[in-house]
C-alpha cells in the first residue's frame, strides 16, 4: 500500500542526501519521480546536499497546489511512480493535506523531509501536520553533533556567532554558515537552552574572567559546600 512517510531531524543530519538518494535508487529501476523543494540553500527549483549532490525539482511556493500538479502532470501523459518533497517544514497545513490525497487518491508513496521545529523549538506548521497525518515517520539516524560532542537535537538561529530566539519563523540560512548577518546551528538541548553556541563558548574560554560552564575547569572553580 502506498504511504506518506515523514522523514525528519535537525539541520545537518542528512535529510536532503536520503532524498536524493531516494531518488536516485528509484530511477535506476526505471521508475519516474516528481520532486518538490522549497527554499533549498542551493537556489530556487533544485534540491541539493552539503555533500554537493543535487537534482531539478519543482519549487513549491504556497500557492502550488501538489493534489492538482500531480492530475495535471497525469492527464496531460505524464508518468509519476512517487512524490519526493523536500523542505517539507515550509510547507502550508493545506499542502500538506495534499500530499496525503496524493497517496490515498492516487496511490502513489509521497516521502517527505523536514526538519521538526524551528529556532525557538516550536513546530513548523508544515511538521505539525505531517506529524499528524503520516503513515509513518522516520527519525533520521545519522547524527549531528553539538559543539560539546553531545547529539544535536535543537536548531539555533545565529546572529554574528550569538544565538537569538526572536525574529520571523522563516529566514533561509544554512549550519554554520550565513545570509547576510544570519546563520544557523545545531545544538543538544542544555547548550540551546543556555544560548551557548560554538563561537560563545569560545569567546568564553579565552576570556581571562569568564569560564565555559560545564567543563572541569569550570567545575573546580565551584566553592565546595561545607562538611
Known sequence: ???????????????STLALQIEHNRSARGLHGMIFTRND???????S????????????GDDLDFYVHVVDHLSGGGRVDYVIADE????????????????DDL??????????????TRLFPGSARLV?????????????????????THNARTVDGRMVVEGA??????????????GYEVLCRRHHTRRMTAATARAAALSPDVLPVDTPAARAMEPVPDA
Do not use: H
Not at 517539507?88 to 497517496?103: C, G, I, M, N, Y
Not at 502513489?108 to 523536514?114: H, I, K
Not at 519563523?169 to 544570519?182: I, K, L, P, R
Open 1 to 15: 500500500m502506498s504511504e506518506l512517510v515523514y522523514f525528519c531531524g535537525t539541520m545537518d543530519c542528512g535529510k
Open 41 to 47: 540553500r542551493a537556489g530556487t527549483g533544485v534540491l
Open 49 to 60: 546536499s552539503r555533500l554537493g549532490l543535487s537534482t531539478k525539482a519543482v519549487e513549491a
Open 88 to 103: 517539507a517544514q515550509f510547507f502550508t497545513p493545506e499542502q500538506v493535506d495534499q500530499l496525503a490525497r496524493v497517496v
Open 107 to 120: 496511490g502513489l508513496d509521497v516521502y517527505a523531509f523536514g526538519i521538526t521545529t524551528d529556532f525557538r
Open 132 to 152: 499528524e497525518l503520516a503513515d509513518r515517520i522516520e527519525v533520521l539516524q545519522v547524527e549531528a553533533l553539538c559543539w560539546c560532542g553531545a547529539r544535536a
Open 169 to 182: 519563523q522563516v529566514v533561509v540560512g544554512d549550519v554554520n554558515g550565513s545570509a547576510g548577518e544570519v
